[in-house]
């Protein structure tokens, strides 16, 4: 579906005024949106104007332009992609938090009042977190080896993700964040040098490093680090979906120990939420991967999936989504586009839940989905059920750096999923709304406070 994200502006040329409508229409019958024109100059019978439409992806935003240009009158001047300018110098930049107008202002925020905070801190490390900014900053740090839906891209293609997340940290929690996208995928490099970064840091954000690589990095940072360490790709991902099942099975009248899920990918997502699920005493979880359903006979399992084998798949299932999904109450698709078929829906039970995470091409089209499931979410903005982690980390980084928390535990993560579910009240509930909006103001502040209690409770 046309979105913002492939926004363009086209600079147009009418040589009739009246071409206003035959353009706007071009554009409707090629599939894109307009969201805007505006005039730009206006000369007797010819007019320029900006026209502003969202379209599916690049190509389809090259349709859009070529049907303005087969307008008569509208010969099209320029096309700029608005999501390519929106980045233009990056996303992110430095603020000051005190003045520096006066000598004064300089003596203290620098030489020589300085010195005297670095010999506090000197005396007792612990100040560093009331004197700097490490009471209040978070390191987004990524090797740039899965990133988004693109892969392994590199650490420079992965900075503006990275900026954007820590432009989520600023907006939602009053967080700063700082993109630290590294040049290395050697695991012992990764951790040595979040080490040596981490004096800085209130909390260390671990983002698109591939599986397995990521179990090991956030496993050893954790051992290491005296700050949490949160790989929001397992974490985040796990405590969401977690939240929204919750919800979800309160509208179909279902219980959590009762039900059987189906998860379809083990990679870092599946095998969170794998584990989440478990610990909140979902009564049987069978786990999919390329290589069909985990059993204690598939051949390569690393540590990871050795133990999601050990707790799931109670029944002893063999095969492939052909035999895990029938019968399920709750399909969770963390893996690729279009694995999922009308057919595998319908086979599940009554009022069964459907979660189809791919992003941004789901497992299954939410459309059929929502033909036989009772419940169907999606990682898309465009749909209902908006799986998103954004609903998670500010509030946990927020909840955390609030009580100056040095790990994060599964009772932090189940504290974080209970208080974003609630956020959803008993009148609003429904199969369409089982979780917030990113933009829900109760979200961060309710997530937050559930974390800094269970985190003050766990120390």
């Known amino acids: 579906m046309p979105s913002a994200s492939f926004s363009v502006t086209m600079r147009v040329e009418l040589t009739d005024p009246r071409g206003v409508g035959a353009i706007t229409t071009a554009v409707g019958d090629a599939g894109g949106v307009v969201t805007a024109l505006d005039v730009v100059e206006s000369r007797g019978a010819s007019l320029v104007l900006d026209l502003t439409c969202n379209a599916v992806d690049e190509s389809h935003a090259a349709t859009l332009q070529a049907a303005v240009d087969q307008v008569s ?8 992609d608005r ?27 620098y030489t020589p009042g300085v010195a005297r905070v670095s010999r506090a801190i000197a005396a007792d490390p612990s100040a560093a977190r009331n004197l700097t900014i490490k009471r209040n900053t978070v390191a987004v740090v990524t090797d740039g080896s899965a990133v988004l839906g693109l892969g392994n891209v590199g650490p420079a293609a992965a900075l503006p993700v990275m900026e954007g997340k820590a432009v989520l940290f600023k907006r939602f929690a009053d967080i700063d964040a700082w993109p630290v996208c590294l040049a290395t995928q050697d695991t012992d490099e990764i951790v040595r040098v979040v080490e040596c970064i981490a004096p800085v840091y209130g909390g ?10 990521c179990f090991e990095v956030e496993r050893r940072l954790r051992e290491s680090l005296d700050v949490p360490v949160f790989h929001d790709d397992q974490h985040g991902t796990a405590v969401v979906v977690l939240a929204a099942l919750m919800n979800s099975l309160r509208v179909v ?12 990918g083990v990679g870092a997502a599946g095998a969170a939420i794998t584990k989440l699920l478990i610990r909140e005493g979902v009564g049987d979880v069978v786990a999919v991967d390329r290589q069909g359903i985990l059993t204690v006979d598939t051949p390569g399992l690393d540590d990871v999936r050795r133990e999601v ?10 095969g492939g989504l052909d035999e895990a999904i029938p019968g399920a109450d709750v ?14 829906v319908k086979s599940l039970a009554a009022d069964s839940i459907v979660f189809a995470l791919a992003n941004p091409d789901p497992e299954i089209d939410p459309v059929i989905a929502r033909r036989h499931a009772a419940v169907v979410a999606t990682g898309r903005s465009d749909e209902p059920n908006q799986i998103n982690n954004v609903l998670v980390f500010p509030g946990l980084f927020r909840g955390l750096l609030n009580n100056g928390a040095k790990k994060i535990t599964e009772d932090v993560e189940v504290a974080a999923a209970k208080a974003l579910a609630a956020v959803v009240t008993r009148d609003e509930l429904s199969p369409a709304y089982v979780v917030p909006t990113v933009f ?12 800094e209690e269970a985190s003050r409770r766990s120390t």
Request: contains cysteine; proline residues 6%.
């Open 73 to 80: 009158c509208a010969r099209v001047r320029a096309m700029s």
């Open 83 to 109: 999501t390519l300018l929106l980045h233009l110098g990056g996303t992110l930049s430095v603020v000051p938090r005190v003045p520096l107008k006066t000598r004064d202002d300089l003596s203290m925020v």
């Open 204 to 213: 260390i954000n671990l983002e698109d490093i591939a599986a397995p690589r």
């Open 253 to 264: 009248g279902k219980n959590m120990r009762d039900v059987r899920v189906t998860i379809l």
């Open 309 to 318: 084998v050990s707790h799931t798949n109670v029944g002893g299932r063999r």
């Open 331 to 344: 399909l969770i698709g963390v893996s690729g586009p279009n694995l999922v078929t009308e057919a595998h």
């Open 440 to 451: 829900n103001p109760a979200v961060v502040p309710a997530v937050a406070a559930a974390v």
